[in-house]
């Protein structure tokens, strides 16, 4: 069940050429599969975040990877780069 869960999730994040994964704010694609994002919305968020977002992603520990990446969408907010395009993107 957890497989199945996990899978419906990276499909919501998976690029549709199928080459890796796009970013959760703007879409660009990400330097790695297990990044949630492009490196400069990733690199806005604090250190801790980030470990966590890569431990609870590599450990399928799918309700702690959801509650981490809503802490960076709220994160990406409050800095005012939610949904905005990266220079990788342009």
Do not use: F
Request: include cysteine.
């Amino acid at each position: 069940m957890a497989s199945a869960r996990r899978a419906s999730l990276v499909m919501l994040v998976a690029n549709a050429e199928g080459s890796g994964r796009k970013c959760a704010c703007c879409g660009a694609p990400t330097p790695t599969p297990s990044m949630c994002a492009c490196w400069d919305h990733w690199m806005v968020l604090p250190e801790d975040l980030r470990s966590e977002l890569l431990r609870s992603y590599t450990r399928d520990e799918l309700a702690n990877y959801h509650r981490a990446l809503l802490d960076a969408v709220r994160i990406w907010q409050h800095l005012g780069v939610w949904r905005t395009v990266s220079k990788a993107r342009v």
